[in-house]
């Protein structure tokens, strides 16, 4: 399952598997469905067919 047009500008934490092993996480809010805009304002795209598993992430 990966995030839907439905979760875009919500805040996210993506867990992508690490292609050299394990995971890397990403926090942020959902710009597209394959892109997350980190607090200082970066642009991380990913590919969804890494996603090990994601959630929207309440605010606080």
Same mark, same amino acid.
């Given at each position: 399952? /990966?995030?839907?047009?439905? /979760?875009?500008? /919500?805040?996210?934490?993506?867990?992508?598997? %690490?292609?050299?092993?394990?995971?890397? %996480?990403?926090?942020?809010?959902?710009?597209?469905?394959?892109?997350?805009?980190?607090? %200082?304002?970066?642009?991380?795209?990913? %590919?969804?067919?890494?996603?090990?598993?994601?959630?929207?992430?309440?605010?606080?």
């Amino acid at each position: 399952m /990966q995030p839907s047009a439905a /979760q875009i500008g /919500q805040r996210v934490s993506i867990r992508m598997h %690490d292609p050299e092993g394990g995971f890397r %996480d990403i926090l942020g809010v959902l710009e597209s469905t394959t892109a997350v805009r980190k607090k %200082d304002g970066t642009l991380v795209e990913f %590919d969804p067919t890494k996603i090990a598993l994601w959630k929207v992430v309440p605010s606080k």
